[in-house]
């Protein structure tokens, strides 16, 4: 199976890549928002996190040469069960038609600033 490594240029310095193609599939690493990385400015509101981070993945599928109408299943870990209704709000305008399979977990997160982190998975023959 051919197998590319995607490493965007804001990755954070830890031991990951950001996304890896497998054949026909594109698994998008955990993504952040709370830092927007082409001005480096703190993003701090739900939706606005919300929105960086489907930003980020949408940049990651493009690398792998994907969109987000391939995506097929989605993680989300939300730092607050309050916000839930929020980031629906944002998620609503990124995902339209054909819904991708999700989950929602309110875990605790590694970085304080961290309102939510998402992850995918696409298919893209």
């Known amino acids: 199976m051919n197998r590319k490594f995607i ?6 310095k830890i031991p990951l890549s950001s996304g890896v ?5 594109i698994f998008v690493s955990g993504q952040v928002g709370y830092e927007d990385p082409k001005t480096g400015r703190e993003v701090k509101s739900i939706e606005a996190q919300t929105a960086q981070c489907l930003e980020n993945v949408k ?6 040469g ?9 993680n989300i870990y939300l ?6 209704e929020k980031m629906n709000e944002v998620y609503r305008r990124y ?4 819904l991708p399979a999700r989950c929602t977990v309110v875990p605790a997160l590694t970085q304080p600033k961290m ?3 998402i992850e995918c998975i696409a298919y893209s023959p």
């Open 115 to 117: 309102l939510i982190e």
């Open 95 to 98: 995902f339209t038609k054909d």
């Open 59 to 64: 940049t990651v599928l493009e690398a792998a």
């Open 79 to 84: 730092k607050n069960a309050t916000d839930f």
């Open 21 to 25: 193609r497998a054949g026909d599939f």
């Open 7 to 12: 490493q965007l240029a804001n990755t954070p």
């Open 66 to 74: 994907s969109v987000m109408t391939d995506v097929v299943k989605v």
